[in-house]
């Protein structure tokens, strides 16, 4: 198998990039979660990968994270899901706001994804509910403000259900720093 691939971007076409390695080009699927973050054409990359062997076709899947390959790994276990739908399902969706919409069994959230139905999305949340690591926002740099989605997934992370963290976030001030709107959203949880 094909875990890393380390060399020159020479081509990117989403979903597609083709990387220069030792005179060889590899055709690699990524997720926009990847595809934006990529260095210029020309330059040095290294992606970690997943090789999926067809009958007609070696695939090559790459990812920036560790977290990204192992979301995608999970998803390919799920009956159903083929590489195509789990890299929809990273490009819609980061791996934190994944694990957030599981935790909170938001299948809704998951419908909004091209190629994500109902039922899919229901399986999504059903099969992974253990699966990911729990959602967990980093806390951003002392004076930087909070948004409203960051709070949730941090409550969210810490286990209250969704109704209760979107309530706790409307009573914020919204310039907050994330840290100190993580603090208060705990102190009105603790009243209620």
């Given at each position: 198998?094909?875990?890393?691939?380390?060399?020159?971007?020479?081509?990117k076409?989403?979903?597609?990039?083709?990387?220069?390695?030792?005179?060889?080009?590899?055709?690699?699927d990524?997720?926009?979660?990847?595809?934006?973050?990529?260095?210029?054409?020309?330059?040095e990359?290294?992606?970690?990968?997943?090789?999926?062997?067809?009958?007609?076709a070696?695939?090559?899947?790459?990812?920036?994270?560790?977290?990204?390959?192992?979301?995608?790994?999970?998803?390919?276990?799920i009956?159903?899901v083929?590489?195509?739908?789990?890299?929809?399902?990273?490009?819609g969706?980061?791996v934190d706001?994944?694990?957030?919409?599981?935790?909170?069994?938001?299948?809704?959230?998951?419908?909004?994804?091209?190629?994500?139905?109902?039922?899919?999305?229901?399986?999504?949340?059903?099969?992974?509910?253990?699966?990911?690591?729990?959602?967990?926002?980093?806390?951003?740099a002392?004076?930087?403000?909070?948004?409203?989605?960051?709070?949730?997934?941090?409550?969210l992370?810490?286990?209250?259900?969704?109704?209760?963290?979107?309530?706790?976030?409307?009573?914020?001030?919204?310039?907050?720093?994330?840290?100190?709107?993580?603090?208060?959203?705990?102190?009105?949880l603790?009243?209620t």
């Amino acid at each position: 198998m094909i875990g890393r691939i380390a060399g020159k971007l020479v081509e990117k076409n989403f979903p597609q990039v083709i990387v220069s390695c030792n005179g060889v080009g590899y055709e690699i699927d990524v997720p926009m979660s990847t595809f934006y973050p990529l260095p210029k054409q020309g330059e040095e990359v290294v992606l970690l990968t997943h090789l999926v062997v067809r009958e007609d076709a070696h695939l090559l899947y790459g990812f920036l994270s560790e977290g990204e390959r192992a979301t995608f790994r999970q998803l390919l276990r799920i009956s159903g899901v083929g590489p195509k739908v789990a890299l929809s399902v990273l490009s819609g969706l980061s791996v934190d706001d994944l694990a957030a919409a599981v935790t909170a069994e938001d299948s809704a959230r998951l419908t909004k994804i091209p190629g994500i139905g109902k039922k899919t999305a229901e399986r999504l949340v059903l099969e992974l509910r253990d699966k990911l690591p729990k959602a967990v926002t980093a806390v951003r740099a002392a004076g930087a403000g909070a948004t409203g989605g960051d709070v949730v997934n941090a409550l969210l992370g810490l286990g209250y259900n969704d109704r209760e963290a979107q309530a706790a976030v409307k009573q914020l001030a919204p310039d907050l720093p994330l840290t100190d709107a993580i603090r208060q959203a705990l102190k009105h949880l603790s009243k209620t």
